[in-house]
Each structure stands twice: as C-alpha cells, then as structure tokens.
C-alpha cells in the first residue's frame, strides 16, 4: 500500500471501491471470489467495487488476457480523480453563476420601471439589502457616517460582510474619524480590513450609503436619521 492510494478516498473514491483497488493492486489477475478474501469483503462487495472503478475509469482491459481488467496505475489513478473533482467544481461553479444571475434579474425586475424602491421601516430595510448583497457579483461600497455605529447594525453587518468577504467581491468601506471614541465600533472596522475589505475614514461624510456593482444604491429616506 502506497501513500498515493492511501489518499484517494480524499479525492472522492468510494472506501470499498479504494479497498477494492489496491487488492487488485497486490493481486493482479485474480477473481472476484479471492479479491473477497484478500480484502476480507463480501463477494458483492468486491463486485460493487468494481463497478465503482469501472465508472471512475480507473480499469483498463488487459493487454494479454481477453476480457480482463486492471486497475491503472496509482498516479494515473490520482490524475483521474483530482480531473474528475476539478470538472464536478466547475460544473458547480457554472450552477452558482447561473443561479445568481437569475436571482440579480429578478432583484433588478422587482425594482420595477422606475427603477427607484422606497422601503418602511427597519425590518424591509435589513430584508431587502440581504437580497442585493446576496446577488453582488464583483464590489460593495458603503459609506457609514456618524462615528460610532450602533451594536445591533454591527451585528446585523457581521454575517453579510463575511459572506461578501468569503466570496471575495472587492468591498470598500468608509467611517467618520469620530468611530475611532468607539471600541465596538473600531473592533469592527479592524475585522473587516483584517477579513479584505478597504477601510477608510474621514472627518465628513455624506449620508449613508450602500452601493453594489456600481448599478444599485441604497440610500436613507431621510438623511437626517442616516
């Protein structure tokens, strides 16, 4: 047993079709019924193995015994199976894309011909930049006047900068130098610089803003209360 086979139940083989694998290794050219025994699994087992090898490509027919199988060899076998994982990533990759898009049409839809979306009360505000935040797809900036923000705003923060940061959009941030009388509220702007976002501060600052993909923004009704 090798390292390489070792590993590859870590690249998306089956545990039964791996131990299936390096019995036909150890033992080239045997049965069902021995493989069985030298891997001390049930014949139907082995045979389930087998299939399992079979879809994943990693058996060959025999070049000198007509009708048998062989497995690949061990590096081929990794190749395979990190090519096989890369493709299924990029499949999954395509779907998210495909999804999000989706989901940003019908954000820009629900807009409506205006273009413009007044929102009530706190609730539909924190709603509704879920939503856009959500469907971002390459910058957020923001602008947070006032110095220090309230806990509750920071908290509700929290979990879609780290979402936005995970998902690596360029984010840009902007704070009142007055934040930095506020521990809570400085702790938090060192978060998101240490997590990729931009921070910046200055002594004035417009209302409060949220602008995503340079096509949506989000501004105060009444910028008095921003």
Request: proline residues 5%; glycine residues 8%.
């Amino acid at each position: 047993m090798t390292g390489v086979a070792m590993v590859l139940t870590a690249f998306g083989l089956d545990p039964v079709a791996e131990q299936v694998y390096r019995g036909m290794l150890a033992f080239p050219g045997v049965g069902v019924r021995e493989l069985a025994e030298y891997t001390l699994l049930t014949e139907q087992q082995v045979r389930d193995g087998l299939d399992v090898l079979g879809d994943h490509a990693l058996l060959r027919a025999s070049r000198e015994e007509r009708g048998a199988l062989r497995p690949v060899s061990e590096q081929r076998a990794m190749a395979i199976l990190i090519e096989r994982q890369a493709a299924e990533l990029a499949a999954r990759q395509a779907q998210l894309e495909a999804g999000r898009r989706v989901l940003s049409d019908q954000l820009a839809q629900d807009v409506g011909v205006a273009g413009v979306e007044r929102l009530q009360g706190l609730d539909a505000v924190q709603g509704r930049l879920e939503d856009l935040l959500t469907a971002a797809v390459t910058e957020v900036l923001t602008i947070r006047p006032g110095g220090p923000q309230p806990a509750e705003a920071l908290a509700a923060a929290r979990p879609l900068d780290r979402d936005l940061a995970a998902r690596g959009l360029a984010l840009r941030c902007i704070y009142q130098d007055s934040l930095r009388a506020d521990r809570l509220t400085i702790n938090y702007a060192r978060w998101q610089r240490d997590s990729g976002t931009r921070v910046r501060t200055a002594p004035l600052l417009p209302p409060r803003l949220t602008l995503i993909d340079r096509t949506t923004a989000m501004v105060p009704l009444a910028p008095a209360g921003a």
